[in-house]
């Protein structure tokens, strides 16, 4: 893979495209929470009218204000660097929380240009009632969302989306969060090692580091990262 564009919108979210120098097939991955900032974007939930796509957006979808804000604009910095031909090849778009809230919307914003998207999120939210996760279903490529037993971050999000009446747009997948591993079924992953957690050891570091834990590699920000993290909000 080689790195086509990294951009980020004035909201601190960010994306980098990458393509395959073999089959020119290309993944945009959408960055999650890296700073003050972001949090604010994360609680700016409205919901409001679906707007991506325009006409063709149901009059009765809505959607997280903040994440459709900040995939509007990462839209606007990602679109050139996309290649005009070849539009019936799909792009994958794949995102950590904020990220995975964001790659969602970007797959309409690319099916309003006439292209196809695939979604993989990880740790990522609901972010839109019925109508809106209907439109995605018709109009993306079907999704996958990958969520492990320890995210209490997930888990405790799961009462706000269901009394908005949020639901996911693809297909939950449970996965491991130290190993790569999915689970297909319900009985391999009872036969899996367990990711339950132990309440005697949390922790607000260990809450963020298991929701930033998947699949054997940690991807949240680092501690090392300071000029990254403690960007002003404003």
């Known amino acids: 893979m080689r790195v086509v564009a990294q951009v980020e ?3 601190l979210s960010g994306a980098t495209i990458f393509e395959s120098k073999s089959t020119g097939e290309m993944i945009i ?3 999650g929470s890296a700073s003050f900032k972001n949090f604010r974007t994360n609680l700016d939930i409205g919901p409001v009218p ?4 325009g006409a063709a957006a149901p009059a009765d979808a809505r ?3 903040g994440f459709q804000q900040a995939s509007q604009q990462l839209w606007k910095q990602l679109e050139p660097y996309l290649p005009a031909f070849d539009l019936e090849q799909p792009i994958l778009l794949t995102g950590h929380s904020l990220g995975g809230g964001t790659a969602t919307l970007l797959g309409l914003h ?9 979604l993989i999120t990880i740790a990522g939210p609901r972010l839109g009632n019925g109508a809106f996760a209907a439109h ?10 990958l969520v492990h037993g320890n995210d209490a971050v997930v888990k405790s999000n799961a009462k706000l989306w269901d009394d908005l009446g949020f639901e996911h747009v693809g297909t939950v997948v449970p996965c491991a969060q130290s190993q790569p591993c999915l689970y297909l079924n319900d009985k391999e992953r009872r036969l899996a090692v367990s990711d339950a957690m132990d309440p005697s050891q949390m922790s607000l570091k260990g809450v963020l580091v298991d929701h930033c834990q998947y699949l054997g590699v940690y991807i949240g920000v680092r501690l090392e990262h300071p000029s990254v993290w403690l960007r002003s909000p404003f």
């Open 9 to 11: 919108e004035p909201g």
């Open 136 to 145: 995605v279903r018709g109009t993306c490529l079907p999704a996958m969302h």
């Open 50 to 53: 679906l707007t991506i796509g």
């Open 110 to 118: 690319l099916a309003a240009a006439g292209r196809q998207a695939e």
């Open 63 to 65: 959607v997280h204000k």
């Open 29 to 31: 991955a959408c960055r």
